[in-house]
C-alpha cells in the first residue's frame, strides 16, 4: 500500500489540516474503493495505523482508505468554531477524488469508526445514503440526543462547556440532523437507496447498551443490519479485531 500524509489548507475548517490516505499499489485499472475511517474523541487521524494492522488488511482487500481528523469535534459543525462535518462529508471527499483515483460510484464508497467514530459514521451513510453504500459502527457513541441531555453530569468524557461549543447553550439534539434515530427513519420512509449498516460492541463496554438499542431501531424501520456482541471492552485488541470484520463483511468487489 501507498501510504500519504497529506497536509493542505481547508477551505471548511480556515485552517490547515492533515489526513492520512492508503493507496493500493500497481496499475490503477478502475477508481478504488474508498473506506472513509473515522476516529475517536480521545484520538486523532494518526491511531489506526498505530494501533492496528489497517494497511496490512485493506491491502488485502484492494481497498483506498482515507483517515481524516476532527479533532473533539464529534463530527458536527461547531456552533462556535471549526465546520468539521462540512469538511467531513463534502470538502475532503472532493479533495480526495480531485486528487487520487478515487470511485465517485454509491456502490464503492464506505464509511466506518469507532466509538464517537461509529457516530460519525453511521452519520454519513444516514446523512448521504446515495453516496455510501454502508456504514460500520464499532463500539459507537450512537445516542447524541441522551448525551445532550445528561451534559455535565458527574463522570461524562465532555463537559457541558464543551457540548454547548458544539450545539449553542440550547443543546437541542433530538430530532435534528444529528440525531442518527431521526435520521434512521427519514431514510427509512424515504423512496430512495438505503445503506446497510454494521454494529458491533464488547460485552463488557460501558457503550454496549447504545448499539444494542441502535440495532432495535433499526430492525424496527426494516433497515438492513448485521449486529455482533462479543467478549471485549473499550480498547483496541477489541477494534483491532473487529475492524477485520468490516472489511470482510463490506461489498467490495474483487
Known amino acids: 500500500m501507498g501510504f500519504l500524509d497529506v497536509h493542505c489548507f481547508s477551505e471548511s475548517l480556515a485552517q490547515s489540516v492533515s489526513f492520512y490516505v492508503l493507496l493500493p499499489e500497481g496499475p490503477v485499472r478502475r477508481p ?3 473506506l472513509y475511517l473515522l476516529h475517536g474523541l480521545s484520538d486523532d487521524h494518526t491511531i489506526w495505523l498505530r ?3 489497517i494497511e496490512r488488511y485493506a491491502a488485502a482487500k484492494n481497498l483506498a482508505v482515507i483517515m481524516p481528523a476532527v479533532a473533539r469535534s464529534f463530527y458536527q459543525d461547531k456552533a462556535s468554531g471549526p465546520r468539521y462535518w462540512t469538511f467531513l462529508s463534502k470538502e475532503l471527499p472532493a479533495l480526495c477524488r480531485q486528487w487520487f483515483p478515487l470511485s465517485s460510484a454509491r456502490e464503492d464508497n464506505f464509511a466506518a469508526g469507532l466509538s464517537m467514530g461509529g457516530y460519525g459514521a453511521l452519520r454519513l451513510g444516514l446523512s448521504f445514503p446515495e453516496r455510501f453504500a454502508a456504514a460500520a459502527s464499532l463500539s ?3 445516542d447524541l440526543a441522551r448525551r445532550l441531555r445528561e451534559a455535565g453530569k458527574q ?6 462547556t464543551e457540548w454547548e461549543g458544539m450545539f449553542g447553550c440550547g443543546l437541542s439534539g433530538e430530532g435534528s440532523d444529528s440525531d442518527l434515530f431521526a435520521l434512521a427513519r427519514q431514510v427509512a ?5 438505503k445503506p446497510k449498516f454494521f454494529l458491533c460492541c464488547g460485552t463488557e463496554d460501558d ?5 444494542r438499542a441502535f440495532r432495535q431501531h433499526l430492525d424496527s424501520l426494516n433497515l438492513e443490519n448485521t449486529y455482533e456482541e462479543s467478549p471485549g471492552q473499550h480498547e483496541w485488541g477489541y477494534w483491532d479485531a473487529q475492524v477485520q ?3 470482510d463483511w463490506l461489498p467490495l468487489r474483487r
Not at 189 to 193: I, K, L, R
Open 32 to 34: 478504488y474503493q474508498t
Open 245 to 247: 470484520r468490516v472489511l
Open 189 to 193: 420512509d424515504s423512496a430512495g437507496p
Open 155 to 160: 463522570g461524562s468524557r465532555i463537559s457541558r
Open 51 to 53: 494501533r492496528t494492522s
Open 140 to 142: 459507537g457513541a450512537l
Open 207 to 211: 457503550l454496549l447498551e447504545e448499539s
